[in-house]
């Protein structure tokens, strides 16, 4: 069957240093992958989508890598500041009615 | 700005009862779904729905019903609560033309069954 994997574990970075974000899938070809934000007691919020074909996103300050031989897209966030601490989830699509399948999410701690 | 909303952002009911929880987004969008997260377990769709009237099941739609009467609105049924039903639940709007394929998420109803 299908898998995600985002690491469960918590990441503590310091202010102004790069976190970078791993999410790994199985048992899938997903046509793109999705990253969204996670703020307590909120619902996520779309930041960045990568296609299939293309190896490296940008916006800003995020980065996002794709790569389909490993099976694996990297999020990376750079010169990081206490408010982007939150949850980062990772989304893989399409699937039938324009679905997606989440990861369960990794918590960054951007502390000053 | 694009929005959507759910009815209640927290709720508590007794095991038994029927539970409904709506959500209305105000983007015109065809697709909207219904998620509940679960520490360790992520997102997990429960039903989803690409048009007025219609509807497909999710990952786990035991327990659950839906309606959507109206393009806006799509209602989550629980029929007959259980303390297993305790969560997050959320709801998502997408539309099929967009090039993103965006979910808009409304702020969840944290659901609690005793």
């Known amino acids: 069957s299908q898998k995600i994997e985002q690491n469960s574990e918590a990441l503590n970075i310091q202010e102004g240093k790069t976190a970078t974000l791993t999410c790994n899938y199985t048992n899938y070809s997903p046509a793109y992958l999705q990253w969204y934000r996670q703020d307590p007691g909120r619902g996520p919020v779309f930041l960045l989508l990568i296609r299939e074909n293309e190896k490296e996103k940008r916006k800003e300050r995020l980065k996002v890598t794709f790569d389909t031989t490993l099976k694996q897209s990297l999020f990376h966030i750079t010169a990081s500041q206490p408010a982007d601490s939150a949850t980062y989830l990772c989304a893989l699509g399409p699937g039938g009615g324009n679905k997606l399948t989440f990861g369960t999410g990794t918590q960054l701690k951007v502390e000053l | 700005d694009v929005k959507v909303t759910q009815s209640s952002r927290y709720l508590v009911k007794r095991t038994g009862e029927k539970v409904f929880l709506e959500c209305v987004q105000d983007?015109?969008?065809?697709?909207m779904f219904w998620y509940r997260q679960d520490p360790g377990l992520g997102l997990r769709l429960i039903y989803f729905?690409?048009?007025?009237?219609?509807?497909e099941k999710g990952d786990i739609p035991e327990g659950y019903s839906v309606s959507r009467e109206k393009k806006e609105r799509f209602s989550l049924i629980l029929e007959s609560a259980s303390t297993n039903q305790t969560s997050m639940y959320l709801c998502?709007?997408?539309?099929?033309?967009?090039?993103?394929?965006?979910?808009?998420f409304g702020p969840g109803t944290r659901l609690t069954v005793l």
């Open positions: 998502a709007s997408s539309s099929p033309t967009s090039l993103t394929d965006t979910q808009y």
């Open positions: 983007m015109d969008h065809e697709n």
């Open positions: 729905s690409y048009d007025v009237k219609m509807k």
